[in-house]
């Protein structure tokens, strides 16, 4: 990195009652009514995630944490590994997925870490890679932990299908939903384990995958990853990354989506890109677009959902700008002049 980063002097004209820790292609800011200060530089931050009073960011220099709200940060732990999702279950245990494809634990709130060599030994383990030219290490890319139970955890890998245990990665199996191996983000239905969504892309990265492969988009277990149903029929486009659930009733998904690979698809117009959302378990879908974003020439990595609206969505773009999506479909921008916005989290002030 040869440039400093500088802050954002763009300030949103309406109040930002909660702090935003934004992760970048270039490290973490912090978000607030003065601007976007930068707090961190690192490489590109894949996730950010909240346990009790932490704050953890995944990137491409290994895992930091944060104990002040994301003023400071402290790291990295997982040196050597880019760190793509942390995750926990109900008893606190952590679970780290990295690149290459490998799932770490912390059972002292993430001062320590042990991996789980069990997961990376799996015989489908060989196969796991980024089908690029030349082909990228798989990355375990998303986790989804059992909030009653977390032996019972699954893990999306991209690309290479689900991994799953239910005895705490003593023994895993390998499924491939819908015959879809491209993973990308797992999430489970607030106060259902079993039901479970996952949003996927295309197992090719050229301008025609999205006329060849229709299996991708936004998956759903009904029974813990026994069997798929897809959930995206009907919509375009289906090329299907960035995902968040609201834990407040009625539980609004919402999804970004794209014709293709979101590294591969800038044409004249830009990206193509949409946000959708389900309140009925992706029975059915509606746009979140406005008139400026029908579809959006930025694209959308960061998803998170916004606390201080039910069914609101913070979103994140290739392009710097970080908005508030209200249920109505009206965009207000909160931040803007970043480096690309890949991930994003609200800080819980109140968690200690």
Request: net charge negative; hydrophobic share 35%.
């Amino acid at each position: 990195m040869t440039d400093q980063l500088a802050t954002s002097e763009y300030t949103s004209p309406n109040a930002i009652s909660t702090a935003i820790v934004a992760g970048t292609s270039r490290g973490v800011f912090l978000v607030t009514d003065a601007g976007a200060e930068p707090v961190l530089e690192s490489g590109g931050v894949r996730d950010l995630f909240q346990l009790d009073g932490r704050i953890f960011a995944g990137t491409g220099d290994g895992l930091w944490t944060s104990d002040d709200g994301g003023r400071s940060w402290s790291g990295p732990q997982l040196a050597g590994r880019e760190v793509w999702q942390v995750r926990s279950g109900g008893s606190g245990r952590l679970f780290a997925g990295t690149q290459p494809a490998g799932l770490f634990r912390s059972d002292d709130h993430g001062d320590s870490w042990t991996e789980i060599e069990s997961f990376a030994q799996v015989p489908e383990a060989q196969a796991w890679c980024v089908p690029l030219d030349p082909p990228l290490e798989g990355r375990a890319r998303a986790i989804v932990v059992d909030a009653t139970n977390d032996d019972r955890i699954w893990v999306g890998v991209e690309v290479g299908g689900i991994a799953r245990t239910t005895d705490g990665g003593e023994t895993w199996s390998v499924a491939l939903p819908y015959d879809n191996p491209d993973l990308h983000m797992l999430y489970a239905q607030p106060g259902e384990p079993d039901v479970i969504y996952a949003s996927t892309g295309y197992g090719r990265f050229d301008h025609i995958a999205e006329e060849l492969e229709g299996n991708a988009g936004v998956l759903r277990s009904d029974n813990g990853g026994e069997t798929w149903n897809y959930a995206w029929t009907g919509v375009t486009p289906r090329y299907s990354r960035p995902m968040c659930i609201d834990p407040r009733p009625p539980h609004a998904l919402t999804v970004g989506s794209a014709p293709t690979a979101f590294s591969n698809y800038k044409e004249e117009g830009g990206a193509n890109a949409a946000l959708f959302q389900s309140l009925d378990r992706g029975e059915s879908w509606r746009s979140l677009a406005d008139a400026a974003h029908t579809p959006s020439a930025a694209n959308i990595h960061g998803l998170t959902v916004d606390p201080s609206t039910v069914g609101g969505a913070l979103v994140g773009t290739d392009t710097g700008e970080v908005w508030r999506v209200s249920p109505n479909a009206e965009w207000e921008l909160v931040a803007a002049d970043l480096p690309a916005v890949l991930s994003l989290l609200t800080v819980d002030e109140t968690a200690h």
